[in-house]
């Protein structure tokens, strides 16, 4: 479960700015309102007073997963939010016990592992969080200007502020601030703006992938009586392509994303994006669309590549701004794992400015450089087991991948092994809890019964009197 202890308040200096809205910039400003006497958080689009997608966020409607380590993170620096959350109408479930889950070719045990995920809408959860943000009396929100550059001390070794105007409007305002966060995502100016200023061009990783998904609202057809929350297949890499979800979100409505990598995709009209579902290994999903109702449209969202931009790596960087969420590292977001690395580098910024302000920018770059090693790991080792994908393998890729396959053959009927991977996966632990001696052991020993390899849920329209009973 997550934490409520606020964040202890040091003052570092008395105003910050943050430019874009996003979920790191929703919690990059909290964080800065407990060090700075002013935050104010810039955004291009215009804020509704309710949860609305909104153009900045092309992946608004799609499955968001917020993991357990970014929901501590919120909790810390708005005490209370879980609940607020929860209030507004997001399912919360166990991440094993409630989640039907079929990954390396089997279905998970559905038992408890104490690990919440949270399911709604994207907008919803930014909703919520911009709530509490605009209760803070030190918190400015100005949204409808974009930001079009930096402002600089005359030596340029400073960021000092930004220039602000209305989206295709000609006057510009200058807002002065002695720390700036770069929150406007993976298509950040930065680096360009940087370079005119003199400074080299940051070095860049890509790592293509091609990932596709689709998206649609869906009402809960008649006799909809499924024993989970949220319902996942994930492909067998590298022989299956193709990823579904499916999950309860406010509203009482469901929330569908299918796709995959290497432009793997469903088609976008009504009958074949729910045919797409037929081709999955699982049938479940595709008997809960035959029957189930449209509510909108199909939203498409296209990542072409894992984007990593190693700003801890500059020699000359100006002091302060910081770089952060998708503007500093954008993951393959099918690993889910965005919104929370956001969180922690948020969280980062503010353990740095409890030195100070000095030397700020410098200690960040370099923490978070640290920070961002296992999420990118973890998230591109992923994407390179597909052979299409080009991109340098780490040294024993083949060793790991073998390992890898056969921890999750284990997770499949060892409670302790889904556990330990379900840590992993939270960011509550490193994956070296993966390859503890015990773990090794069972991996290396363990078989299952044929009970266990025969585990599957039960149908979503299972009589109300099956409940509890094995498929």
Avoid at 50 to 66: D, N
Avoid at 211 to 223: D, K, T
Avoid at 352 to 380: D, H, I, K
């Amino acid at each position: 479960m997550s934490t409520s202890t606020s964040l202890p308040a040091t003052s570092a200096g008395k105003h910050a700015i943050v430019y874009g809205g996003s979920t790191t910039g929703l919690i990059a400003a909290g964080v800065l309102s407990r060090h700075f006497e002013r935050v104010t958080l810039v955004e291009r689009d215009r804020f509704e007073d309710s949860p609305q997608p909104r153009k900045g966020v092309p992946q608004t409607s799609h499955v968001h997963g917020l993991l357990t380590r970014g929901m501590n993170v919120l909790c810390d620096v708005f005490p209370g939010f879980q609940e607020d959350l929860k209030a507004a109408g997001s399912h919360f479930m166990d991440m094993t016990g409630d989640h039907a889950w079929f990954m390396g070719g089997l279905w998970r045990p559905r038992i408890k592992c104490g690990l919440i995920f949270y399911a709604q809408s994207r907008p919803l959860l930014e909703w919520v969080i911009r709530q509490r943000l605009q209760a803070l009396p030190n918190v400015r929100i100005l949204d409808g200007r974009e930001v079009t550059g930096f402002q600089m001390s005359a030596d340029k070794a400073r960021v000092t502020g930004v220039q602000l105007r209305a989206p295709g409007g000609e006057q510009e305002e200058t807002l002065e601030g002695e720390l700036v966060v770069d929150a406007s995502g993976r298509g950040s100016r930065t680096p360009q703006w940087l370079e005119a200023l003199g400074y080299p061009r940051v070095e860049e990783t890509h790592i293509h992938v091609d990932v596709v998904y689709a998206s649609r609202l869906f009402r809960a057809p008649p006799g909809f009586t499924a024993d989970w929350t949220m319902m996942s297949i994930a492909p067998e890499f590298p022989r299956e392509k193709r990823l579904a979800v499916i999950e309860r979100i406010e509203n009482g409505h469901l929330l569908v994303s299918l796709g995959g990598w290497l432009g793997t995709q469903p088609p976008m009209d009504d009958a074949g994006y729910v045919e797409f579902t037929r081709g999955l290994i699982q049938p479940h999903i595709h008997e809960v669309l035959e029957k189930a109702e449209p509510l909108g449209p199909i939203h498409v969202f296209r990542f072409s590549h894992n984007q990593r931009r190693h700003y801890d790596r500059m020699a000359r960087f100006p002091e302060g701004l910081a770089p952060a969420g998708d503007a500093f590292c954008s993951f393959n977001p099918i690993y889910g794992q965005g919104m929370t690395t956001g969180a922690l580098q948020a969280h980062t910024l503010g353990e740095c400015l409890r030195q100070g302000l000095g030397g700020v920018s410098q200690r960040y770059r370099q923490q978070v450089g640290q920070l961002l090693t296992v999420p990118w790991s973890m998230a591109t080792n992923g994407d390179l087991r597909l052979p299409e994908v080009e991109g340098k393998r780490p040294p024993a890729f083949g060793l790991t991948n073998w390992y890898g396959d056969r921890f999750q053959h284990l997770a499949s009927y060892d409670e302790e092994a889904l556990r330990t991977f379900s840590r992993v996966m939270h960011m509550l632990e490193s994956p070296a809890a993966l390859f503890s001696p015990r773990m090794i052991l069972k991996v290396l020993t363990s078989r299952p019964s044929a009970a266990d390899l025969k585990r599957k849920p039960e149908s979503p329209f299972a009589p109300a009197a099956a409940k509890g009973q094995a498929a």
